[in-house]
């Protein structure tokens, strides 16, 4: 998945470093979409008498997304930090 530069190719420039004074810090956001099936569903009930039948699409999607950051902190030393957040700045929901 693309970083917030320009343009839709990953680059470098899709790795965010943050510095200050007291720490640096490398945010990454990382994903892929692996797989999409739609199975057409056509079908009648398991109770033929009461006359339900049922018609559409069911899409299956697979894939993974992983935000994540690593750096150096004169107070805590090593850090990893794995809130994520959207490009909002929110926290998804389960």
Do not use: Y
């Not at 839709?8 to 943050?18: A, F, N, S, Y």
């Not at 009461?50 to 999607?61: E, I, L, Y």
């Amino acid at each position: 998945m693309d970083g917030p530069d320009a343009g839709t190719d990953v680059t470098p420039d899709d790795i965010l470093l943050t510095t200050s004074a007291n720490e640096i810090k490398v945010s990454l956001h990382l994903a892929q979409a692996l797989a999409a099936l739609t199975l057409r569903s056509s079908s009648t009930s398991a109770c033929p008498p009461s006359g339900w039948t049922s018609n559409g699409n069911v899409t299956a999607k697979l894939g993974w997304d992983l935000r994540f950051g690593f750096g150096v902190s004169k107070a805590d030393g090593i850090l990893f930090d794995t809130a994520a957040k959207d490009d909002a700045g929110n926290r998804p929901r389960a």
